[in-house]
């Protein structure tokens, strides 16, 4: 078993639905990260999380640290959400590039 | 503001040939990180440093060789490539500060060895 699990690994989503990616892990972390990697593209850091919530636009980041959980949600998904979703723990406080990714979740937006 | 720049982007290599990709940060990052990607697998740690002149093994280190004589710059290096080695490398810098620790990511480069 992974110790970073995501779910589901993929997603179909109209526009304008509420999508939640999940991730869950078998770790104790210091901080839990949330990438966004374009077909043939870069990667991009969303969110990093130690505790509670986040939000930025559309997105919201979730984590709980007591059941190894966290989510990740769009709301009023568009088309240009539709990317590879990967989550990453880290472990130590030291373990800055030392991260466990998820095999990530393929999120389809449809016009 | 350039971020994390990686080159080259693309390369096609034979068995046994070297080469270096570089990856340069402008953000005096501390930390700097290769990573390569496969299908399947999801990203993996091949070597990474905490400061300059400073490196260290990650997970698939084998193969790989890493230099980093000035802060700004982190070498991944291929003496003898193989077609194992075919990826899509990826380079990811962060801050040192723990409150912190954002990292962030070049646009990949994509190696093919035949």
């Known amino acids: 078993k992974n110790e970073v699990e995501q779910s589901p690994q993929n997603l179909t989503a109209q526009e304008g639905e509420f999508i939640t990616i999940n991730c869950s892990y078998s770790?104790?972390?210091?901080?839990l990260h949330w990438l966004q990697q374009h077909p043939g593209g870069g990667i991009v850091s969303l969110f990093m999380?130690?505790?509670g919530k986040k939000k930025h636009g559309r997105l919201i980041a979730t984590i709980n640290i007591q059941e190894k959980h966290s989510s990740l949600h769009i709301t009023a998904s568009h088309p240009r959400d539709s990317a590879v979703y990967i989550c990453a723990v880290r472990r130590g406080r030291d373990s800055y590039g030392k991260l466990t990714f998820g095999q990530g979740t393929i999120l389809t937006v449809h016009p | 503001n350039a971020g994390v720049t990686q080159t080259p982007k693309f390369r096609v290599l034979k068995t046994g040939q070297s080469m270096t990709l570089l990856c340069a940060q402008d953000?005096?990052?501390?930390?700097m990180y290769w990573y390569r990607q496969d299908p399947g697998m999801g990203l993996r740690l091949i070597h990474y440093?905490?400061?300059?002149?400073?490196?260290a093994k990650g997970e698939v280190p084998d193969g790989y060789n890493v230099s980093r004589l000035k802060k700004q710059n982190f070498l991944l290096g291929l003496e003898s490539a193989a077609p194992s080695q075919t990826s899509v490398y990826f380079c990811?810098?962060?801050?040192?500060?723990?409150?912190?620790?954002?990292?962030?990511f070049g646009e990949g480069s994509r190696l093919t060895v035949l």
């Open positions: 999380l130690s505790s």
């Open positions: 770790v104790g972390i210091s901080a």
């Open positions: 990811a810098s962060s801050d040192r500060d723990m409150n912190t620790g954002e990292l962030f």
């Open positions: 440093s905490v400061g300059e002149g400073t490196t």
């Open positions: 953000m005096n990052h501390e930390y």
